[in-house]
């Protein structure tokens, strides 16, 4: 399963932007779909995550100020993030979790986007 993400850039503290990564390749189900994050120097972090029914989790540091929504028709998944913070500036990267017809019959897939970066100016 291939995950392409779009929308980082550079925005002033305060502003906002919105993240989307687009999943292909044969997906039968995606049942979880996830932004993680990291900084230059940091391990990778969780950000947010939703399910295929819509249940949302987010990371404490995010909570209040980032939205995350899916698309399950189009195997989508956004990252509203609104109030950005300098401490936001990170590699943001798409994940799915789901079910993939390989031709032969099902398997299961757990996969990464490239990232895009997001950087937040003071």
């Known amino acids: 399963v291939h995950l392409v993400e779009s929308g980082g850039g550079l925005v002033p503290a305060g502003g906002s932007l919105r993240l989307s990564c687009v999943a292909s390749?044969?997906?039968?189900?995606?049942?979880?779909m996830a932004w993680h994050r990291q900084a230059p120097g940091k391990q990778r972090e969780f950000v947010a995550e939703?399910?295929?029914?819509?249940?949302?989790n987010y990371a404490d540091s995010v909570k209040g100020r980032f939205t995350i929504s899916r698309d399950n028709a189009k195997n989508t998944v956004c990252l509203q993030m609104s109030s950005l913070k300098p401490e936001d500036t990170a590699a943001y990267y798409c994940?799915?979790?789901?079910?993939?017809?390989?031709?032969?019959?099902?398997?299961?897939?757990?996969?990464w986007g490239q990232g895009t970066q997001v950087t937040v100016s003071s």
């Open positions: 390749g044969d997906i039968i189900t995606a049942n979880n």
């Open positions: 939703i399910t295929s029914r819509g249940n949302a």
């Open positions: 994940y799915a979790q789901g079910v993939q017809d390989y031709g032969v019959g099902y398997r299961l897939y757990d996969s």
